[in-house]
């Protein structure tokens, strides 16, 4: 058969070039001995997932740690599933983490085009050339077609797929060919396999060490019938073009390695490094399972901007996860930038990283107590200018006020420092009772409405802003012994039942009238942000509601 008639026949694309074109165009990249290219490679979605953070931060510090670089290639074959705006997803969810990009879509570099879609040329030219060597060929099998091989599979427990007896195409005559051409008929590119499933050989994986690998023995897919490469064959041609050195990608690929084994091969290309990661998991009652897309919320990046956690928490989160060492670091070097940990592929799990999202709240609580009154509110602003109510935009309007509330509900510069704040939603809705806007007060009191009416009304009366901490508790003691209540505690325990309440009990009235709660942090400081007329008009509010 003349296979070069051939070739021209299946592949039209005039901008086909010379293969040396291409060797020259995609030059060895010109790093220091040791230096990693890796790269990110989704599809463009819209929908970033956890796992691709994961996988994102591991491919991000090989290739920087290393002095390399780190690109993104935007997977774009599969028409069905793209989705308008995603690569601005894919930065910016990813940027908002700290995991920043060297060159790829949508940013410069010397070995684009990134966007695989853009990159038809190549992969028809190298189709053309395997064609050439008898390496590849047409097949006109219709779905039905391979429908019928499966269920014939099925029947007969045997392995599925497009190989041996199965590969009906394998064997056309060149008459057939050029019949079927004639007659139109759609047809796809496939790989003529040379390897038998027969031979096993081991294989070095970067994560999981040493594995066995059985040679590939399928006819796959190169070239669809529009002419679009599969994942197989644009991995190959792009991760060699792209000069990648180390592919770090989803163990679901791990299947698919004697496959591509094979297409460097036969595409004269020399193969990279590999690391398959294992997906994360939880824990979902009795079992352990993947975090899914659709059951939970957390596998969404989305999920942690929504809810404000803070970068540097998910990112330090995100690390222990991918280092099984990095929790000693970072207990020895709490201060040190995450960036000076050493990471080191080899220290990743062989098996699921187990995500807990109550070790990533205790962290955030550490990162969130660490910040200053002017960090706090500067990361606060930029979650509710993103994603708060209009109201609470407007907390930020009076930086000095909303500094006070913030030291004082994080204890910053007390002796205690609060660590109860997980992320900024959190934080915002916890504060929203220093705003008259959102203040709205259930008052659940634990005494007697009249009771309490007595005591705010006694104590708005003595009320004087200018009162110190220990004045202003001297009065509450007056006003609270006024209405009968012990201020005495030891007398108090000693006969509980002599008295309707003790004084703690009448500062419980006065902040559920002040705050709407009963837990608050100190009440003098609370009244002393939220000032005179605030104060004394909460206290009347509350004393016109009993
Ligand atoms: N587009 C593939 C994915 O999103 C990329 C796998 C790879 O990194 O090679 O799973």
Redesign the pocket.
């Known amino acids: 058969m003349d296979l070069n008639k051939l070739a021209d026949a299946l592949i039209t694309d005039k901008d086909v070039k010379p293969l040396d074109y291409y060797e020259q165009r995609y030059p060895l990249r010109n790093l220091e001995k040791g230096a990693q290219v890796t ?5 463009p979605t819209g929908f970033m997932h956890l796992g ?1 953070l994961y ?1 994102a931060l591991a491919n991000e510090r090989i290739a920087h740690q290393s002095g390399g670089v780190f690109f993104l290639r935007i ?1 774009d074959t599969d028409e069905k599933r793209k989705v308008e705006g995603a690569v601005e997803v894919i930065h910016s969810s990813l940027k908002y983490f700290g995991v920043e990009f060297d060159e790829g879509a949508d940013l410069c570099g010397e070995y684009g085009p990134y966007y695989q879609r853009q990159r038809a040329e190549i992969y028809h030219a190298y189709a053309k050339e395997l064609i050439k060597k008898g390496l590849a060929y047409p097949c006109f099998c219709t779905e039905e077609d391979l429908e019928k091989t499966r269920e014939y599979q099925t029947e007969n427990k045997l392995l599925p797929g497009y190989y041996g007896e199965f590969a009906k195409c394998r064997t056309l005559t060149e008459e057939e060919i050029y019949e079927n051409l004639k007659a139109g008929k759609p047809y796809v590119i496939r790989l003529k396999s040379q390897g038998d499933v027969e031979k096993k050989s081991t294989f070095h994986d970067e994560i999981k060490g040493d594995i066995t690998v059985t040679e590939n023995n399928q006819d796959v897919v190169i070239l669809k019938s529009d002419g679009i490469p599969t ?1 197989h064959f644009a ?1 190959a041609i792009d ?1 060699h073009f792209m000069r990648t050195t180390l ?4 163990e ?2 791990l299947s698919s390695l004697p496959i591509h084994i094979e297409l460097f091969n036969v595409l004269g290309f020399r193969l990279p490094k590999y690391a398959h990661n294992c997906s994360i998991q939880k824990i979902d009652g009795e079992t352990r399972r993947k975090l899914s897309k659709r059951k939970d919320p957390e596998a969404s990046l989305t999920f942690y901007r929504e809810e404000g956690y803070h970068k540097q928490a998910v990112k330090t989160y995100m690390m222990t996860l991918l280092n099984s060492n990095f929790e000693e670091w970072l207990l020895k070097f709490p201060d040190k930038p995450i960036d000076e940990f050493k990471y080191s592929i080899n220290k990743m799990g062989k098996s699921g990283a187990l995500f807990d999202i109550l070790k990533l709240n205790d962290i955030s609580k550490t990162v969130l107590s660490n910040l200053s009154a002017e960090e706090m509110y500067d990361f606060l602003k930029e979650w509710a200018e993103n994603f708060g109510t209009d109201e609470q935009k407007r907390y930020f309007d009076d930086k000095d006020y909303l500094c006070k509330v913030l030291t004082l509900c994080m204890g910053i510069g007390g002796k205690k420092r609060r660590k109860d704040f997980i992320c900024a939603k959190q934080a915002v809705e916890f504060i929203s009772y220093f705003f008259d806007e959102t203040f709205a007060p259930s008052y659940e009191y634990r005494f007697d409405g009249a009771i309490v009416k007595k005591i705010l009304s006694d104590f708005k009366n003595a009320y004087s802003y200018a009162d110190d901490c220990s004045a202003w508790f001297e009065k509450l003691k007056v006003v609270a012994t006024e209405s009968g209540f012990a201020t005495d505690m030891k007398a108090y325990k000693a006969n509980p039942e002599n008295y309707p309440g003790n004084v703690s009990d009448a500062a419980e009235m006065l902040r559920i009238a002040t705050t709407g709660l009963a837990n608050t942090p100190d009440l003098w400081t609370i009244m002393q942000i939220l000032g005179e007329a605030r104060t004394l008009a909460r206290l009347e509010k509350a004393i016109l509601a009993l």
Do not use: K, T
Request: charged share 30%; aromatic share 12%; hydrophobic share 35%.
């Open positions: 790269r990110l490679a989704p599809s691709n996988v997977e994942y991995h991760d592919v770090l990608r989803g679901e690929w």
